[in-house]
């Protein structure tokens, strides 16, 4: 299995507990698939600690660094160099800076993913915003989803950019749009991560302006409530996991 781990964006506010954050969640997958990855990190500030720390690392492949300024959708769907690398990995691990790996089986998630042709998988994330992503201890198939740690081949990974503008940088209202946009998301319940950092550096103001607008331009809806009318958070509960 060739796995990328894909590191949206990292930067200034809080590096030193997004450092480690970083390098446990490296170090715990090297140990749950005991084999060599490689990671593509998106930085907003430029650290050259984080990067000699990663290619010391003798169990990363390939390390891809991108330096830009910027938010969220302004470094992941502009770095060509990195997206253009993608096809050649078979699962993508798209994930926050500020996203503790808990308790997951990277080969079982795979594995219930195929199973259930679930584009865009997601663990039970603590610290959530929204009780859809951390309760119950099954697999929910999802309208709303939110992104922190996700499981993708190449092209849910490119499908999932699609849903995305550079201009709607906080990503606000594509959570909620995965039915919308057709794309079976779920969340395996029995595998966790957690949002460790709450109200990370994020404008709200200016994240709420963008989201309205993007909606606006996107969609028939103009708001979150809007949208669960027609397309209920959870919409089915698997057992068989």
Request: proline residues 2%; charged residues 25%; contains cysteine.
């Amino acid at each position: 299995m060739k796995l990328l781990y894909y590191l949206v964006a990292i930067g200034h506010n809080n590096l030193e507990k997004k450092t480690d954050i970083l390098l446990n969640n490296l170090n715990y997958i090297y140990k749950n698939i005991n084999e060599k990855f490689s990671i593509a990190i998106n930085f907003y500030d430029i650290s050259e600690d984080i990067k000699e720390k990663v290619r010391n690392l003798t169990f990363i492949e390939d390390a891809f660094f991108y330096e830009k300024k910027g938010v969220l959708t302004e470094l992941f769907l502009t770095n060509e160099d990195i997206n253009k690398k993608i096809p050649f990995y078979d699962y993508i691990l798209f994930i926050l800076d500020d996203v503790r790996i808990i308790n997951i089986d990277i080969k079982h998630i795979i594995e219930i993913k195929e199973k259930h042709n679930i584009e865009v998988i997601s663990p039970k994330i603590l610290n959530s915003t929204h009780k859809c992503m951390n309760s119950g201890n099954k697999l929910t198939l999802n309208n709303l989803l939110e992104v922190f740690m996700l499981f993708l081949t190449p092209k849910d990974f490119f499908k999932f950019c699609s849903m995305h503008t550079i201009k709607n940088k906080w990503m606000w209202a594509v959570d909620f749009l995965f039915g919308f946009y057709k794309i079976k998301a779920g969340v395996i319940n029995i595998y966790e991560a957690k949002h460790e950092i709450r109200g990370n550096a994020c404008n709200e103001d200016e994240a709420y302006y963008l989201y309205i607008e993007y909606l606006k331009k996107y969609t028939k809806y103009d708001s979150f409530k809007a949208i669960n009318v027609d397309y209920p958070v959870i919409y089915e509960t698997i057992d068989d996991i």
